[in-house]
Each structure stands twice: as C-alpha cells, then as structure tokens.
C-alpha cells in the first residue's frame, strides 16, 4: 500500500514528495485520498467551465468545437 501512496504523491507533488516522507501509512493515505477527492473535484469544475463555454458559442460552432476539444 505505501508503495502506491508514494507513486501517486510522487506524480502530483514531485520533488516536493520528501516532505512527506516522515507521515505514517495512515496519514499517507488520508492525504492520497484528500488529493484524489481534490482532483475529481477539480475535473467536475473544469467540465461545468467548458460545458458553459460551449453554451455560451453559437450553435452553429458548438458541434465543430466540441470535436476539437475532443467531447
């Protein structure tokens, strides 16, 4: 398990991973698991953005828009 922990503190905090290192297996997975709700909110955020966004473009453009951006 702290093994995984640390891959995924290891992606999202980098060099700065070391600060970590003296935190025990459970505050190590209460912290993955902050981060983890922190990004899905993150994404939720960045979909109701671009959902908007592409509300706000003419309909003529939307279909074409949304191919770009890949939806």
């Keep these: 398990m702290r093994g995984d922990v640390r891959e995924v503190l290891t992606h999202w905090l980098g ?3 070391h600060a970590v290192e003296e935190l025990s297996d459970e505050a190590l997975e209460e912290l993955r698991a902050v981060l983890v709700s922190a990004k899905e909110r993150q994404a939720a955020s960045l979909r109701a953005a671009s959902d908007e ?3 706000q473009m003419p309909p003529v453009l939307r279909g074409t828009v949304s191919k770009i951006l890949g939806r």
């Design 53 to 55: 966004a592409l509300r």
């Design 15 to 17: 060099a700065d991973v």
